[in-house]
């Protein structure tokens, strides 16, 4: 019984470990891709000489990585107001603890110019995945990523 379990487990575990995606889950938040919409969902695939975006099995978008001129990053981070007074119902005590915490969304930018065509994109990803993303978009195009929130804009 426990070799059969044994056998089974060296089977079952490598096919599970291949099987894996290797895609970035990140929510599309804007930029020059016609026919998708803002808060859309999409599968990223950071490849040796391209990024890939996929929706439901097809690409959406294929950005050569030469082609990469700028990688930015940035945050969102407000307070969870709605969600404390909903809690605040209930338990005074719990919404008035909710009020104190903070959410933080992650934005990674990309711009691109691929001879004529031009474009960009945000992109918001996973608070586990971001620093991911940003490595292997440095990797592959061997440009730095921009603080977008440590920028000033002046007019």
């Known amino acids: 019984m426990k ?5 089974l487990l060296c089977v079952v575990l490598p096919v599970v470990v291949l099987a894996n995606d290797n895609a970035y889950h990140v929510i599309y938040d804007g930029g020059s891709l016609a026919e998708t919409k803002s808060g859309t969902g999409l599968k990223m695939y950071i490849d040796a000489n391209q990024v890939r975006f996929m929706r439901d099995g097809k690409i959406v978008a294929t950005v050569p ?3 990469i001129t700028e990688i930015s990053y940035g945050q969102d981070v407000h307070r969870r ?12 005590g719990i919404g008035a603890l ?3 915490s903070k959410s933080k969304k992650h934005f ?9 065509q031009k474009g960009g994109l945000a992109i918001q990803c ?3 995945e971001y620093r991911g ?3 292997g978009l440095e990797g592959i195009t061997g440009k730095k990523a921009v603080n977008s929130d440590a ?4 007019n």
């Open 126 to 128: 996973d608070k586990n």
């Open 81 to 92: 107001v709605g969600t404390a007074i909903g809690l605040a119902v209930v338990s005074l």
């Open 133 to 135: 993303v940003l490595a």
């Open 98 to 100: 909710m009020a104190l």
């Open 3 to 7: 070799r059969a379990i044994a056998t």
């Open 151 to 154: 920028m000033t804009v002046k």
């Open 108 to 116: 990674v930018g990309i711009t691109w110019a691929d001879g004529d």
């Open 65 to 67: 990585a030469p082609a």
